[in-house]
């Protein structure tokens, strides 16, 4: 927490009018939930009320005022600094935020925001496709299985709609060095100087980093929102298959998220079009393969550490998966870095 910059956004959170605002803007209307417009909100404004024309925009949501249903070409991140806050969604479900948890919303979502109580103060970060070159995203993938945490963060900032997820939300357990950086990034926004943007662009990929590490670590303090009602377990038996692929089993996992093992199994197959053994074999694979191209380990040592204790059986399954034998795989990647 860092008082003076709290107080310094206290000031810039002075409530503002909806009315007077769309007076001024003239928001298109794209649709109606029970009876109230849901808006288009096209640009970046400032705290002033001025249109903003960067990639990047950091913003101080306004207490006391009322937010409409909304959707943005943008992704959102929403940070209640100090207080909580709560956001609904276009199904009136409420979306509740503890201090300095933090919400990322993808762009075309419709959603609503609650009148704050006096005295919290919640940051919105907006985000543009343009924020951030493609490549910088892909450290995100490096897990390997599209259906992820990782997966999710990069469709939502990357505007690629295929993964299907609205948002997510991210417990941080005011992780120190988080909190820090997003300090970091509204002191060099509100007072920038020399490579402020760079020193904002860094930071922002040093924090989806460090929330992708802490919920692989703490995998209870995330939730997604896909577009299917299961959203949010499906990308949590996901991140529990990616955490725990080496020694998982059915019966083990059925018995962590309370399912039958039967009906687990027939649950991931309708959600995900891979059976429980397919799943875990892909996040084998893709971790033995990080391995192949990384490392000179053995590959018996490299087939026993990701879960294969016969070999063969691993390569039969590697060759299945990637189209070529380990040892064709790692020549490749070797001749390719070359």
Not at 117 to 144: H, Q, Y
């Amino acid at each position: 927490m860092n008082p003076e910059i709290l107080e310094m956004l206290r000031k810039k959170s002075q409530p503002k009018s909806w009315e007077k605002l769309n007076n001024r803007f003239k928001a298109d209307i794209l649709d109606y939930i029970d009876g109230e417009p849901v808006y288009k909100f096209h640009s970046f404004l400032t705290d002033s009320l001025e249109v903003n024309a960067h990639s990047i925009s950091v913003t101080v949501q306004p207490c006391s005022s009322y937010i409409p249903y909304h959707q943005h070409n943008y992704a959102e991140m929403m940070i209640p600094l100090l207080g909580s806050c709560c956001t609904i969604d276009a199904n009136g479900r409420r979306i509740a935020l503890d201090q300095e948890d933090i919400m990322i919303m993808g762009k075309d979502e419709t959603h609503s925001v609650e009148e704050l109580d006096a005295g919290v103060i919640v940051v919105n970060i907006a985000l543009r496709n343009t924020a951030f070159p493609a490549n910088d995203l892909n450290f995100m993938l490096d897990a390997g299985m599209n259906q992820s945490v990782s997966g999710l963060l990069f469709s939502l900032l990357s505007g690629d709609r295929d993964f299907g997820a609205k948002y997510c939300v991210f417990k941080t357990g005011h992780d120190r060095k988080i909190i820090s950086l997003i300090y970091d990034v509204i002191d060099e926004y509100y007072n920038g100087d020399v490579h402020s943007n760079q020193i904002i662009h860094f930071d922002l990929l040093g924090i989806f980093a460090r929330l992708i590490r802490h919920a692989y670590k703490e995998a209870d303090s995330f939730e997604g929102g896909g577009r299917g009602e299961d959203g949010r377990n499906i990308l949590k038996m996901l991140l529990y298959i990616e955490k725990n692929y080496a020694d998982i089993t059915l019966n083990g996992m059925a018995k962590k998220f309370v399912f039958n093992p039967n009906y687990l199994s027939s649950y991931l197959k309708k959600r995900t079009g891979l059976t429980f053994i397919q799943l875990v074999h892909l996040q084998r694979i893709n971790v033995a393969a990080g391995y192949l191209a990384d490392t000179s380990v053995p590959v018996d040592q490299i087939a026993a550490k990701v879960g294969y204790e016969n070999p063969s059986y691993f390569y039969k399954v590697f060759k299945k998966n990637m189209r070529c034998l380990p040892n064709e795989y790692r020549k490749r990647m070797h001749d390719s870095q070359s």
